[in-house]
Every structure is written in structure tokens, then in C-alpha cells.
T-cell receptor
Framework: AQSVTQPDIHITVSEGASLELRCNYSYGATPYLFWYVQSPGQGLQLLLKYFSGDTLVQGIKGFEAEFKRSQSSFNLRKPSVHWSDAAEYFCAVGEGGGNKLTFGTGTQLKVEL | DAGVIQSPRHEVTEMGQEVTLRCKLISGHNSLFWYRQTMMRGLELLIYFNNNVPIDDSGMPEDRFSAKMPNASFSTLKIQPSEPRDSAVYFC??????????????FGPGTRLTVL
């Protein structure tokens, strides 16, 4: 069965600093990978997704993620964090065409001003 | 587009009562997903539909839970009878093409259910 691990439950960064959120997946075939963001009291919003092709994927709000098959990882990065990026971030792996998603437990990002 | 609409946004009920959560899909979408989010278990897929047909309900916790799509744009998730352990935030999400592609899922704002 597919699974997703987000090893960091909480991360705190200073505004303007760079950010990397870790995600490791387990899936037998070529994975469909997603990053979603959840602001307090809101539903999840897609940041970016990877299905094939270029392993560096650009998303909304200045985020990017890199797929590394050898490491079974799909880490999310942002070069300069803004206070409005404070939220919870979820990595997910899809099956069956990418429509059934298994989510990680999430990483709560706090941004210090 | 108004996005996925869920109602109510908050529901407080007593143990044993019936609870009905509602979801309106984005117009033109044909797949619907119900998720439950708790601190202990994170975000879990309960059931998903494609073209009004339930495709996978393996995540539905037990017979107390049921979900329907009476038409292409609307779904309900019912819990009868409710129990305190059902307290959670319930999300629905829709996607445009369902199983055929690699669609983005669009989430509603969620319903926060508290069962006393």
C-alpha cells in the first residue's frame, strides 16, 4: 500500500529565510505526487503536482518541489518565506490515475517576523 | 465559480443524533470525495464517487456512516447514530474528470462536527 511520511511535525523559520519541507513516499509504481496547503479554518489548496517529466516542479505562491526517485522524496522548497506562508502543508501520493490520494500527517509551518 | 460548498460549517450535536453533512460540487466536475480530518488520524479518505457512482467506500468507518449522490452536483454524508469519536472536520472535494486523468482535487472549507 502507498504511504507518505512527513518527518517534521512543526517547523519555524524567520521571514525571508529559505524553507524546505520534507516528504518521503512509498509506492510501487510511478507515483503521482502533490503538495497541498491548509490555512487555518480553510480547506486544502493545491500548491503543485508531479506526474512525469521534469523532476523540478513549479507551483503557486513561489513554491517548488523536486522529485527524487532514488530517495523516494518530494521535498517542497521556497527561497524566501513570507509571513502569509504560515499554514499546514500536506504531501500526498496518488494512485489509479492520481485521483485517490493518501496524505501525510502534515507539517505545521510557523513564520517568525 | 463559487468553489465547493459545504454546509453547515459547524455542527454540534448530542450522541445518538443523526447528522447530515452536505456538499455541492463545482459545476462540471464529476468526481466527489469525502475526507475526515482528526488530530489522531490526520486526513483520511472516506469514500469517493465518479459520475454519481460510489467507486471506493473502503474508508467508511462503519455502517453508521452513509454517503449518497442524489444528483450530479450534490452529495450528503450521514452519520446515524453519531458518537463522540465522530468529532472531526469533514471535507468534501471535487475534481473535473475523475478517474481518467490526473486531476486536481478542489476542497471545500469543511464542516467541523462536534458530538457531545
Amino acid at each position: 500500500a502507498q504511504s507518505v511520511t512527513q518527518p517534521d511535525i512543526h517547523i519555524t523559520v524567520s521571514e525571508g529565510a529559505s524553507l524546505e519541507l520534507r516528504c518521503n513516499y512509498s509506492y510501487g509504481a510511478t507515483p503521482y505526487l502533490f503538495w497541498y496547503v491548509q490555512s487555518p479554518g480553510q480547506g486544502l489548496q493545491l500548491l503543485l503536482k508531479y506526474f512525469s517529466g521534469d523532476t523540478l516542479v513549479q507551483g503557486i505562491k513561489g513554491f517548488e518541489a523536486e522529485f527524487k526517485r532514488s530517495q523516494s522524496s518530494f521535498n517542497l522548497r521556497k527561497p524566501s518565506v513570507h509571513w502569509s506562508d504560515a499554514a499546514e502543508y500536506f504531501c500526498a501520493v496518488g494512485e489509479g490515475g492520481g485521483n485517490k490520494l493518501t496524505f501525510g500527517t502534515g507539517t505545521q509551518l510557523k513564520v517568525e517576523l | 465559480d463559487a468553489g465547493v460548498i459545504q454546509s453547515p460549517r459547524h455542527e454540534v450535536t448530542e450522541m445518538g443524533q443523526e447528522v447530515t453533512l452536505r456538499c455541492k460540487l463545482i459545476s462540471g466536475h464529476n468526481s466527489l470525495f469525502w475526507y475526515r480530518q482528526t488530530m489522531m488520524r490526520g486526513l483520511e479518505l472516506l469514500i469517493y464517487f465518479n459520475n454519481n457512482v460510489p467507486i471506493d467506500d473502503s474508508g467508511m468507518p462503519e455502517d453508521r456512516f452513509s454517503a449518497k449522490m442524489p444528483n450530479a452536483s450534490f452529495s450528503t454524508l450521514k452519520i446515524q447514530p453519531s458518537e463522540p469519536r465522530d468529532s472531526a472536520v469533514y471535507f468534501c472535494a471535487s475534481s473535473p474528470r475523475g478517474l481518467a486523468g490526473t486531476d486536481t482535487q478542489y476542497f471545500g472549507p469543511g464542516t467541523r462536527l462536534t458530538v457531545l
